[in-house]
């Protein structure tokens, strides 16, 4: 009788997952870097995408009422196995119908072959920008709101250019970002006429750079691209830089971008420059208004907030939570035609494909999608002006 | 001549005085470990988050400090908040201990079996610092910030090189001497040192003439507590603070213990520095010190440089490595590993 009554239940869990449109709740996976070296700017991206997802649950029209939950696992941003091991946890334990993350290309790259294909789970990534994401076997489940980096490599060659600056020497973060973002931008900067003295990794993390800082020191150039991220290495790089007087000026790509690297470092930044994903589009403004009790200016939480947006209105779009249904929406609902949708207008978006009608996703990152589903990317060039980011121009 | 002082300010700017200011830091932290391997006789994995948490106090204190307008001058308010960061430190330590480590204890545990508890102690070291200060970079550092700029060196002197100092590494090295100085004179001096030092070099013999193991392991997690706050402080005033750095320095300092000898307070001394520069010399470019240093003719378009920096790490525990197969109880002698 026990085992009937389990074995029945099991049923009934089983065709909750499948015939998920009569599921009383749908659950997405936020597979972020909680912990790790990113840990800062998540604290940011989690909220941003649990926000888009409250908003659709509470609108009451998802789905035909349904209600949609987050749950949170961990990338670490490091640690593939980790990471592997939390994903395949919101798979088959959490059963998510959908996953917002991994965020560092290298354990998203991971979580998605070895679990998200294999198991065919929508992943939509809000920070995962390695080149190598868009040509890999993915069986269009993989989307990313955010851009890759060989786009980035040809907008800061023209950045850099425009400056009349034709020698640089570039660190990059050991990383899957890092390495992709430094291989892209000397491929196209030498193809530019421009010449790189030095390639060197640093470690995030590490209690020292001054070897680094000296090695780079050594090569020379006229300013440093630093490929790192903007509480790690890359800052450390840069104070030691600065202190030991190797450098001046310093090309800040978009992991360097924010308003705590002025603040920390002080005015001898004034006069670096760089670009980042951003657009002047009302939408990042309107999710800054929107944003409570976290920073949606912050990198990548724009890109979170849309990654759970789309999301849920391809779910919509397909009128199911399967992803084997919605991941064909996702392009649908990301790009034109359509009615335009910023943020928190996701339940007028939700009302037009109730009705049959079509959206063009806008959103606070003004996401247009393109190639293997990522981001065409919209860059905000930005230089450092007593001691605040200030933006020169959109790219 | 001129060449000479040019090449000579280069590699002091980039190689040496950043080499000594690390190899101080390194050194305080290894003091501790060795410390608490010599007396307590397990490699503590938690001393890394130990330094975060004091670092964290100290910082909490001088923010307070800075608000009601209390400062130093030229030098870091933290140097003020210090003892409070350490009396904190100790606190914490004394209680972990009399709810982790004292059970073991009375168990006469395996060292291994202390190793594992400590990895658990540092995790939970580990959150709890994290959910009082948060995971970001902290910013106290105040007062002046450098003895010498490169640039102003460079103007006084015409130089074509120029060496900085930062006030930080200036107290870092000062500091590291007197705690080094008074750390040997209450070990070889006082009555609580000598009866550490029994009780380190035979635990049955040293109970059986009359010594209290009680209050040694406790004054043992008092000094592990000063030198961790310490070292924890000079490195985020120099750097930054960040609880995940320090985390990760947990591997250098064990790195500089065993290579100068587990359990021997010169040993972690010398090994902090064999470390620092090691890393350091071994990476760096030598493309413009040869520059200056070698006639013209002999300039080759390449960086000169021996290893990559993306090597940087595979130097020290080269280093390791070779110590624990030729000398495997350390440069001084310690304990062993």
Not at chain 1, 45 to 62: C, H, L, N, Y
Not at chain 1, 150 to 169: C, L, P
Not at chain 1, 247 to 256: H, I, Q
Request: charged letters at 15%; proline letters at 4%.
């Amino acid at each position: 009788m026990k085992q009937r009554v389990l074995k029945s239940l099991m049923a009934l869990s089983l065709t909750a997952t499948t015939g998920s449109v009569f599921a009383a709740d749908v659950k997405l996976g936020v597979f972020l870097g909680f912990t790790g070296p990113i840990e800062s700017l998540v604290a940011n991206m989690g909220p941003a995408a649990e926000q888009a997802i409250k908003e659709v649950s509470d609108s009451g029209k998802f789905l035909a009422g349904t209600t949609v939950t987050a749950v949170r696992a961990d990338t670490t941003c490091v640690d593939s196995a980790a990471a592997t091991a939390a994903i395949e946890r919101l798979i088959t334990s959490d059963k998510v119908s959908g996953v917002i993350g991994g965020d560092c290309s290298g354990v998203t790259t991971a979580a998605l072959t070895n679990v998200a294909v294999p198991n065919g789970m929508v992943m939509f990534s809000p920070s995962a920008t390695s080149p190598a994401l868009s040509t890999v076997e993915d069986g269009g489940l993989f989307f990313r709101t955010a851009p890759s980096d060989a786009r980035q490599g040809v907008v800061m060659t023209q950045v850099i250019m425009d400056r009349g600056i034709k020698e640089v020497a570039v660190t990059y973060t050991n990383n899957d970002y890092g390495k992709g973002l430094a291989d892209a931008f000397q491929t196209s900067f030498e193809a530019a006429g421009g010449s790189v003295t030095i390639s060197a990794s640093h470690e995030d993390g590490k209690a020292d750079y001054s070897a680094e800082v000296g090695a780079l020191a050594s090569a020379g150039g006229e300013a440093l691209v630093v490929a790192g991220y903007l509480d790690q290495g890359g800052k450390g790089i840069i104070q030691g830089a600065l202190d030991t007087d190797a450098f001046e000026t310093f090309v800040l790509p978009d992991g360097m971008v924010g308003d705590a690297l002025p603040a920390a470092i002080g005015p001898d930044l004034n006069g670096s420059f760089g670009q980042a994903p951003g657009t002047d589009s009302e939408g990042a403004g309107k999710l800054v208004e929107m944003a409570t009790g976290y920073d949606a200016s912050s990198p990548f939480a724009a890109e979170s907030y849309d990654a759970a947006a789309l999301i849920m209105l391809a779910m919509q779009a397909a009128g199911s939570s399967d992803p084997a249904d919605y991941k064909d929406k996702v392009f649908d609902v990301a790009n034109a035609p359509g009615e335009l949708i910023l943020p928190g207008e996701l339940e007028k978006a939700l009302n037009i494909l109730a009705s049959g009608g079509e959206i063009d996703y806008v959103g606070a990152s003004n996401v247009e999608l393109i190639g293997a589903g990522e981001s065409a990317g919209n860059y905000r060039e930005i230089e450092i002006k007593d001691g605040a980011l200030s933006t020169v121009k959109y790219r | 001549m001129e060449d000479f002082l040019n090449a000579f300010a280069l590699i002091s700017n980039f190689v040496l005085v950043p080499a000594i200011a690390y190899g101080s830091q390194l050194a305080l932290g290894a003091l501790g470990v060795t410390l608490v391997f010599a007396i307590l006789r397990f490699s503590n994995f938690a001393h890394g988050d130990t330094m975060a948490f004091g670092t964290m106090v100290t910082i909490l204190v001088t923010w307070w400090f800075q608000s009601m307008g209390i400062s130093l001058g030229p030098l870091p308010t933290a140097l003020l908040a210090l003892p409070f960061g350490i009396a904190a430190c100790a606190a914490f330590l004394l209680i972990s201990d009399r709810l982790v480590y004292r059970f073991y204890r009375q168990q006469r545990a395996d060292p291994v079996i202390y190793l594992i508890a400590s990895v658990g102690l540092m995790f939970v070291t580990n959150g709890f610092v994290r959910f009082i200060i948060g995971p970001d970079d902290q910013r106290f550092a105040d007062g002046e910030r450098f003895i010498i700029r490169a640039r102003e060196f460079k103007q006084m002197t015409g130089m074509a090189e120029g060496i900085t100092i930062k006030v930080s590494q200036g107290i870092t090295v000062v500091t590291m001497i007197i705690v080094v100085a008074a750390l040997f004179w209450f070990l070889n001096k006082t009555r609580a040192g000598k009866s550490m030092r029994a009780y380190s070099d035979n635990e049955d013999l040293a109970l059986l003439s009359g010594i209290n193991p009680d209050r040694v392991v406790a004054i043992t997690w008092i000094l592990a507590a000063a030198l961790a706050t310490i070292a924890g402080t000079l490195y985020g005033l120099d750097k930054s603070y960040k609880p995940f750095t320090y985390f990760q320095l947990l591997l250098p300092i064990f790195a500089a213990a065993i290579v100068g000898g587990l359990g021997n307070p010169l040993g972690a001394i010398a090994g902090g520095f064999v470390i620092a520069f090691s890393e350091i010399f071994v990476t760096y470019a030598y493309k413009k010190f040869a520059s200056y240093a070698l006639p013209e003719e002999w300039a080759t378009g390449g960086l000169l440089q021996l290893l990559s920096t993306d090597y940087k790490f595979a130097v020290s525990f080269m280093i390791l490595l070779l110590v624990l197969l030729f000398k495997p109880t350390g440069i001084f002698r310690g304990t062993g590993v």
